[in-house]
């Protein structure tokens, strides 16, 4: 592969430099910029896992078995004890991980099936071709550009270049779908709330419509009592002396009620309103008056609607019970 330095061609201690930079030769292999350990012979040695990951393969060692050999993949702890290396603290490095070498690398990108590994597969091959051709292969000299912080640049191979730009494609594109689906869902929440909301509001209307129903009906029983007495106009009774609580208590123990503590309770609650018109009170509301459990409450007042003390018309718009004197 060619290669350029700054350096007099004779200099013992020219630094190397490479055509191709290593990090934007992986990145055009895999898609990635991938985990390096690059040794004091100069190899570069990767995570396989990383490399595995990025190419597609489920299965890491099987991978390793079939495209690559022993010379070119081994464990962290192999590769770097040929030069009395620690591991590298940090970034999960650990003695086992299976590293893999450059070679090792490009053997296991020949060997991957996704579409965006076609163009640096096609670039080998036509390395490869001209080599057998011509007996080398070179890229063409490119001119040394200074960077602003004294480095130096080389041209890129345009076939690793075109594979640059379609990782990127690809990247962009993915963000716009998970931007599209991020939108819609936002938009499927507000939908779901939305339903909610109209179904309270549906449960209010029937119990509106109930309550309205349960007053025509009254209504009707009303218009219906004087057909009653075939046309003959009943009598006007003398209006009846209002009652108090106490006496509707003692009515209702006229009607063989059995008013023992809890009920009297109830009822002793219920009357004052009773003689109002109705009671709309809930049964929670009921209990914290009156100090009874809840279910004690509930058993009570069906005791009343039993026994004919009271009846129930229908419900209140916050869902309480409408109770009336019969």
């Not at 910029?33 to 690059?38: C, F, H, P, V």
């Not at 962009?172 to 929440?189: C, S, T, V, W, Y």
């Amino acid at each position: 592969m060619y290669e350029q330095n700054n350096m007099p061609p004779n200099s013992a201690t020219a630094p190397r430099q490479d055509a191709i930079d290593i990090n934007d030769f992986v990145f055009a292999a895999t898609g990635a910029r991938l985990r390096r350990l690059t040794l004091p012979d100069g190899s570069h040695w990767f995570p396989a896992v990383d490399v595995c990951k990025q190419l597609g393969y489920v299965h890491t060692g099987s991978a390793l078995r079939d495209i690559a050999d022993k010379a070119n993949f081994g464990s962290a702890e192999s590769v770097l004890g040929r030069h009395t290396l620690s591991i590298p603290a940090g970034r999960e490095w650990r003695r086992d991980m299976n590293l893999v070498s450059l070679e090792g690398l490009i053997r296991l990108v020949n060997g991957c099936t996704k579409p965006e590994s076609q163009p640096f597969k096609s670039w080998v091959a036509t390395v490869i071709e001209t080599i057998q051709r011509t007996g080398s292969y070179s890229l063409e000299p490119a001119p040394v550009q200074p960077t602003p912080d004294g480095a130096t640049a080389y041209v890129m191979p345009q076939q690793i270049a075109d594979a640059i730009v379609r990782l990127e494609e690809r990247n962009i594109r993915a963000d716009e779908l998970l931007l599209a689906f991020q939108e819609e869902r936002g938009e499927l929440l507000r939908q779901i709330s939305d339903s909610q909301h109209a179904m309270v509001e549906t449960q209010r209307q029937i119990c509106r419509s109930q309550n309205v129903m349960a007053e025509a009906l009254q209504q009707i029983a009303e218009a219906l009592k004087p057909a009653h007495g075939h046309g003959r106009p009943r009598p006007t009774a003398a209006p009846e002396p209002e009652l108090t609580p106490q006496q509707l208590l003692a009515t209702w123990k006229a009607k063989n009620l059995v008013v023992t503590g809890d009920v009297h309770a109830v009822a002793a609650y219920l009357a004052p309103a009773l003689l109002r018109g109705g009671a709309r009170y809930p049964l929670e509301e009921i209990a914290t008056r009156t100090g009874l459990p809840q279910e004690r409450v509930h058993d009570c007042v069906r005791m009343l609607l039993r026994r004919g003390c009271v009846r129930q018309t229908g419900c209140a718009p916050d869902g309480a019970p409408i109770y009336v004197l019969p």
